[in-house]
């Protein structure tokens, strides 16, 4: 089922466009998550869509399998006519024996991933994997399993097209390792780790300035850098201490990776009543940290870090431009450089701008109206290096999540950088919004 | 094992009922302030490797009960 409607837009003369929204049923409300999306609705002219005799656009959903594996559902998306088709049934995607697997990964770029899962079998053992798909989407074609580390948790996650790095944590230890694949059978990793403290990670991000470029791309190749308070993973409402620990990869295989801590890098204002997490965006001079506040949403500030090697330099913080009008707390920024935060994600997560302005972002604000959530369309201009921005209001309240208080999202951004997917998780329903960005 | 495990379970889905009602959250962060509330309450009457389980079961069980569909789970 698909139904749409206009969201007029202004009168003649105002050159903004109507929005133009469709929404599916899509998989069930059951299901953990949006992996991979390819086709012709993201891929950009360049890029190849291997899978096009089975789909031209298709996305991959992470769901549960006999409630103990994780299994996936290919799904179509024909863009004619916003319908959804299911390709084949679940197929079983992790199965390390035992019982119950959990874990998270993600694309990397077209059909390829990175893994990690656990199971409790072999002594609850993680298992880290780089992987690609099938031409009909129904299994890997490879399916590597790289490291294996007892009595872990934690994720594989992308940093770039061909780079991910994976993170295994526990109370225990905690340990980290990046590794590059480009599909097939080989894989070159980094060593891993050894474990330490200062691994604990509250949030993941990938070191901005020179380095590489395009979207979902930019930063510093073979290098990653995360959040903790005091080699801890704690966070609670009262934490405001923030260390950037820092690693980093000359690229060759099994060599060792150079890890910096900055300790005390932020100081965050007070945040009592509110145990959000701060977050990272990739820009192209740099970093910037937002902080958000749910219990105080105009204590909202963006710290800017550029980085030089493994040290980082934290400039003042600046109020979050979006006031208490477009409040940080509503906004979304997870996963939106395209960099794995913590569960389930898919490059198209990355709201960068398409059209090559590297620092403009796009992305939603999510809020609650009586009993449903709306749902508006923003854009985050972070191109000064000081960390001041410019928050800029695209569509309002363009869609609805009925009878929903979750804000539990999956977006896609597509290829014509204006229309854009969202699957929303407690209602199963896919919205499909044109001219969402202009 | 029920200790930790049901303190953990309790806290993990009040943290996460809030978190979800909010763009950014993760099930990890929801999870792990859960196991440093348990841990304060039970100190180390417990090791670390039973929290560690502990919390691994508590995310397991809203996964599979509830899809981790934290708003869905009555009070």
């Known amino acids: 089922m698909s139904f749409g409607y206009q969201v007029l837009g ?24 949006i992996w991979a999306v390819g086709g012709d609705w993201v891929y950009e002219d360049s890029e190849t869509n291997s899978q096009s005799g089975t789909a031209t656009n298709w996305l991959m959903m992470n769901a549960p399998y006999n409630t103990n594996y994780y299994a996936t559902t290919p799904i179509s998306y024909d863009l004619s006519d916003h319908s959804v088709s299911e390709l084949a049934s679940d197929w079983q995607t992790y199965n390390l024996g035992g019982a119950s697997h959990s874990g998270s990964g993600g694309q990397l770029s077209l059909d390829r991933s990175i893994w990690g899962i656990r199971s409790y079998a072999d002594s609850i053992s993680a298992r880290y994997y780089f992987a690609d798909l099938a031409d009909n989407l129904e299994s890997f074609t490879n399916n590597i399993n790289t490291v294996t580390v007892v009595q872990r948790y934690g994720g594989g996650y992308r940093l770039s097209d061909t780079q991910g790095f994976y993170h295994a944590q526990s109370n225990a230890s905690v340990l980290i390792g990046i590794g590059t694949y480009s599909g097939g059978s080989s894989t070159t990793l980094s060593a891993t780790s050894s474990e330490g403290n200062d691994r604990y990670s509250i949030g993941f991000g990938k070191p901005g300035g020179s ?6 791309n930019i930063g510093v190749a073979n290098s990653v850098f995360w959040m903790n308070d005091n080699d801890t993973q704690t966070w609670n409402a009262s934490t405001t ?11 060759s295989a099994s060599a060792a990776l150079s890890i910096t801590a900055n300790n005390g890098a932020i100081t965050l204002p007070d945040h009592t009543g509110s145990t959000l997490t701060p977050r990272v965006l990739t820009t192209s001079w740099g970093n910037v940290v937002i902080h958000s506040d749910s219990a105080n949403p105009g204590n909202a500030v963006v710290f800017p870090v550029t980085w030089s090697g493994g040290s980082a330099s934290v400039g003042s913080s600046v109020a979050w431009n979006g006031g208490t009008s477009i409040p940080a707390n509503e906004c979304y920024f997870k996963e939106l450089s395209g960099v794995g935060a913590g569960g389930i994600h898919h490059k198209y997560m990355c709201g960068q701008d398409r059209g090559g302005v590297a620092d403009l972002y796009r992305t939603v604000r999510i809020y609650a109206s009586g009993s449903d959530m709306l ?18 209001s695209k569509q309002t309240a363009v869609t609805t999540f009925s009878s929903s208080s979750s804000a539990t999202i999956w977006p896609i951004f597509m290829k014509n950088n204006t229309d854009l997917g969202i699957w929303h998780q407690d209602t199963a329903k896919f919205h499909y919004i044109e001219n969402a960005y202009f | 094992m029920a200790e930790p495990y049901d303190f953990m379970l309790s806290k993990y889905i009040q943290i996460g009922k809030a978190a979800e009602k909010h763009p950014n959250h993760t099930l990890h962060d929801s999870a792990h302030l859960a196991k440093e509330l348990a841990m304060e309450n039970f100190g180390d009457t417990h090791t670390k490797e039973e929290y560690d389980d502990a919390e691994m079961e508590c995310q397991q069980h809203v996964q599979e009960t509830y899809a981790n569909r934290f708003t869905r789970i009555d009070e």
Do not use: E, R
């Open chain 1, 375 to 392: 749902v508006d369309t923003i854009t985050i201009d972070f191109s000064s290096s000081d960390g001041s921005h410019t928050v800029t």
């Open chain 1, 10 to 33: 202004f009168g003649v003369g105002v050159s903004k466009p109507s929005a133009t929204v469709s929404v599916s049923d899509m998989a069930s409300s059951s299901d953990l998550g």
């Open chain 1, 211 to 216: 380095g590489t470029s395009g979207y979902a």
């Open chain 1, 241 to 251: 201490n923030i260390d950037l620990n820092h690693a980093s990869w000359n690229g």
